[in-house]
Each structure stands twice: as structure tokens, then as C-alpha cells.
């Protein structure tokens, strides 16, 4: 019978057992769930609740079942609903009375509302070091190919030329912001739900700061409601994940642009690419392919949990049992993805001879040469409207910007001198970009050092 039945003349029928149970999930916070009963037993002896000899007998127990199933010797019960109930069970059938007493002032609600923040904390925790290594990554890339000169781009269409070192440190800042999001979800999950009971505390003199000090947890919930039914720090999670691989989906797709024929700036390692079962010439970018579409099942996880949660009374209801997987798999996804990202960047073989040829075409160095005429004195939508005309002019004739001569660019105005033929060099037009952020050499030094200090600073570990 299970440990609630109590109450019950029968036994669940094994379907319904089946579907009630969520022990294959809850086997991932195993160990959070162990270190929370550690911390309550000695919490309970503390306070004179339980005797010194049976917390030490509790403890004792628990150490030898985490082993166990951290070593895979433990056996998990198939009639176990959950993973509280499988160490409880196993517990007490190893110690006897003392086990029995440990779930003393505590219900399920507020121990799986523990583990999950445990859990939360830790998977937040992993998924920042991820963060930090991929950006890593990134900035190196950005370095070594600091003056590589490319086609910057709107509507995937030739803009205006940049470095690719420029390029490569706007995904080092998408991610810094996600690092945010990711500390911000730790943050949240950083509270003590224990000791709020089944949902109104109990009538036991519980210390539940000091198990809030045990577990390492920087606050303790103030509203046991709340403190059971609260799953904010889980979206929390998996928006940040969300968000995280909708940035990872951005950087894989140009990655799989840029390694077609059509572009051909990067060739990827093989170790980041397959082939195909009937062409033999085929090199695929799948793992780029995989990690872009893995976005949506995160996105899923997401919806899932805010549909969940969107029309729950208080307090504990057991939809909040469909909480736990997608927090699990957003997290386990994002990591993985920012892994094969963070090899495909570091791997890649660059083309600069291909990205600076691209670079000169599509008329990138029309917006300085608007510029040139805006400086020679002219109001820069009259210089807009010559340069578009130019343009058209250069369309015409099949011809790009930097194939006109003096007296076609004086046709268009006299403002024109012999100078302008320096104003339509690519790496000219990147390098004069020298505004705080911009494209130019030095600007992206400068950005480099910047964003070199904040990953030092980030990665450094709290005292």
C-alpha cells in the first residue's frame, strides 16, 4: 500500500497507478531530493522534534541510498509514485522507526517544491558555465578574425561592409544577455519553500531559516500558499532557455548560409558535418541544422508550463506535476546546444578572400559615398538622391560603384574630386566606422577589451 493509504479501503488499479506516477521524471532530483531530507532531519533534531540518535540513523541512510543510486546499485520500486516516496520507502525498510519519522512537519508539496528549486539552481548553475564557454569561443573567433572584411547585411541583402570580428561579438552580446536571464532564474529558484507543509505550515516548532542556511538557500519563502504552488522560477528557466536558443538558432542559420556554395565564406570541420546516402559530394550542416530546430521543442517546453499554470487555484494541484520534464529537457537541450555551437565556431575554417570579394559587390560603399558628398557640403538627402541615381546608373550598365571614373561621378556632381576612388575600398569603409560599437579597427578593439573584462569578471566564481 502506499504511504498515504491510509485513508484508503483499495489500492489504485495499475493503469491509474501508472498514470499517476512520475517516478522515471523524478529520478533526475534524486539527489536534490535526499539533500533536502538531510537538511529537515537535522533541522527536526535541532529543534527537539526527533532524538540525536535518529537523525544520525536518517542520515546515515540516506548517505548510504544516495551512493546507491548514484553508483545505479539502488532498486528502484516500480510502485513507487515519485522519488520521494522511493527513498522514504527504502529508508524506512533499512532503519525502521527513525525512517518513519522523518517526514515529521513536512508534506510532498513543499519537498518537491524544494527539490525542484534545487534542481533549478543546479541546472541554472550548469548552463552558466555552458554560457560562459560558448562566448568564450566567440570572442577568440572574433579576435582571430578581427579585420576579416565581409557584406554586412539587411534583409539578407548587401549593406554595408563590417569586420567579421564586428559580426562574430554581436552574438558574444546576445549572449551576455542570456547569461543575465540565466543568473536572474537562478536568483528566483534561490528561496526555501520547506516547512510551508501540505500548504498552511504545521503546528511544529520548525526552524525553517535554518534549513534555508543547510540547503544554501539565500532567502526563505514568506507565504507557505505561495511557498507550495509558486512555479514562476521555472518559466523563469525556461524562458531563459528559450530566448537562449532562439539566439543559438539566429547564429546556426547564417552559420548554414554561410557554408553553402552560394556563399562559401566558411567550410565547417567534418567533425560538424555528415554526408549524404546518395550523393557523395555532399558535406551537411546538420548539427547547425539540429540545433535550429531543437528551438522549437524549447519554445514548446515553455508553452507547456504557462498553459499549465495559466488557471490554478491555490494551493498545490496535481498538474503541477507536469512542471518537471520540460524544465529538464529545455535545459538539457540548451546545454547540449551550446556545446555543438561552441565546437562549430571554434572548428570552422574561414574564407577572407571569398567574404572580402563579396564585400565589393552589391554596392556596399553607397552609403559612403552619400557621405563624401555630405561632407563636401551638400544636404545629405540631396546626396542620398545622386548616389541613388548612380546606383541605377551602375545597374544600367553593369558596372559596380568602384568601376566609374571621375568624369561618370562628376556627371553626377561636381562635388566629386579624384579622392573618392579611396571611399569605395571595403576594408576603408568598415575601418572609418569609429564610433563607440561600430565596425571600424580600433572601435572593435576597444570592444574586445570590453567584452573581454565582462567574461573575466562573470566568470569569476562568488567568494
Known sequence: MALWGGRFE??????????????????????????????????????????????????????????????????????????HMAVEGELTREIGTPGARLHTGRSRNDQVACDLRLLAKDLCNHLIQGNIALRRVLLDAAEKNLDVVMPGYTHLQHAQPVLLGHHLLAYFWMFSRDFTRLVAAQ??????????????????????KRTSKLLGFSRTIPNSMDAVSDRDYLLDLEYACSVSMMHLSRLCEEIVLWSTTEFGFITLSDSYATGSSIMPQKKNPDFAELTRGKTGRVYGDLIALLTTMKSLPLAYNKDLQECKEGPLDAAHTL?????????????????????????????????DVADYLAKKGMPFRDAHRVVGELVLYCEKHGKGLEDLTLEEFQAASP????????????????????????????????????????LEKESEKPE
Open 10 to 83: 483499495k489500492g489504485v488499479d495499475a493503469f491509474t497507478q501508472e498514470f499517476g506516477a512520475s517516478l522515471e521524471v523524478d529520478k533526475a532530483m534524486a539527489s536534490q531530493d535526499i539533500a533536502g531530507s538531510r537538511a529537515h532531519a537535522r533541522m527536526l533534531a535541532e529543534q527537539g522534534i526527533i532524538s540525536g540518535e535518529d537523525q544520525a540513523a536518517i542520515d546515515e541512510g540516506l548517505q548510504r541510498i544516495a551512493q546507491r543510486i548514484e553508483d545505479g546499485s539502488f532498486i528502484w520500486d516500480v510502485n513507487d509514485e515519485d522519488v
Open 187 to 208: 536568483t528566483a529558484a534561490d528561496a526555501n519553500p520547506l516547512g510551508a507543509a501540505a500548504l498552511a505550515g504545521t503546528t511544529y516548532p520548525l526552524d525553517r
Open 335 to 367: 546545454s547540449d546546444c551550446m556545446e555543438i555551437a561552441a565546437g562549430m565556431i571554434e572548428t570552422m575554417t574561414v574564407h577572407p578572400d571569398v567574404m572580402l570579394a563579396q564585400a565589393k559587390t552589391g554596392f556596399t560603399a553607397a552609403t
Open 415 to 454: 562635388l566629386f574630386e579624384a579622392d573618392i576612388v579611396k571611399d569605395l575600398d571595403p576594408a576603408g569603409i568598415a575601418n572609418a566606422r569609429v564610433t563607440y560599437g561600430g565596425t571600424g579597427h580600433d572601435a572593435v578593439v576597444e570592444q574586445l577589451a570590453e567584452a573581454r573584462a565582462l
